[in-house]
């Protein structure tokens, strides 16, 4: 390991909460309205035209091909809003082709979208990933209904 740098702990996941992912030129994406921490509205309900997460499983250099679900929950709703299961044959191809990523290894990336994304009341959504009795949190976002914080116009 390079001098400097703490090890990692494998596997290890990362969820981003956006507004829209554009696809670009030479397989990149743009992430599009980044909602992280805590969102603030000033009415409840709120319509969100699309909601997106990005979800990264990083699997370390040498990788355990398992089982994994990723699970996104909301904390107005008594079930999950999406899980999507991945066999360890499908993780298996989904590595066979991968180049190693830096200093993190193997990962593997989920995008979801959700459009027509209904928030009734102030609450929160959650992602992780589970792989037999372990859950990995990958990220939150706070919806916070607010008349505090207001977005400040610095065109003129």
Known sequence: MDEGFKEYSFPFAVATFCEDIRAEEGGRRSLMGVLGGSVFFPEMPINLPLFCIVTDLHLGLDPQIRNYRIVVDASWLSEPLASHSLTEAQVREALKDKKVVGVVGYKL??????????????????????????????GAVHFVRSDQHKVIDRSS
């Open 109 to 138: 990336t989920a995008d979801m979208k959700f459009p027509g994304f209904n928030v009734p009341a102030e609450g929160v959504v959650r992602c992780w990933i589970e792989y037999g009795d372990t859950k990995l949190m990958a």
